[in-house]
């Protein structure tokens, strides 16, 4: 781990959305984590990427919970409510990210993509 530390939680994160049950990759990730909120939305993006949505959602929430100004938290939360169909909520949480942080790119596109998809016919 040592002079790796950002590969080293980029793993325990992958491990930790893998099996949740994985005490050993959580007790890791705690060290690793600087700030919790951090390790929360990181945590997001791995449970996005297995297609873990709801879980996803809950984990970027709990970033929320710490830092509720945290641009990165509602973007995964926009990523995720696009991913299951929910236009509406997707494109609260991307509005959110934008007013936050007007520059982020991943969040403008999520925000076009669920406007694109809300008008799109059934």
């Not at 590969?7 to 992958?14: D, P, Y």
């Not at 049950?21 to 945590?43: C, F, I, T």
Request: aromatic share 6%; with cysteine.
């Amino acid at each position: 781990i040592l002079g790796r530390t950002t590969e080293a939680e980029t793993e325990l994160v992958r491990a930790s959305a893998a099996n949740p049950l994985d005490v050993a990759s959580r007790q890791l990730l705690d060290q690793l984590a600087g700030h919790p909120e951090d390790r929360y939305v990181n945590q997001s993006l791995a449970e996005y990427q297995a297609g873990k949505y709801r879980e996803c959602i809950q984990s970027a929430t709990e970033a929320l919970k710490i830092r509720p100004d945290f641009a990165e938290a509602y973007n995964n939360i926009a990523a995720a409510e696009n991913a299951l169909g929910e236009w509406d909520l997707g494109i609260a949480a991307a509005e959110e990210a934008l007013r936050l942080n007007p520059n982020m790119e991943l969040a403008r596109g999520n925000l076009a993509y669920a406007r694109a998809h809300k008008r799109a016919p059934r």
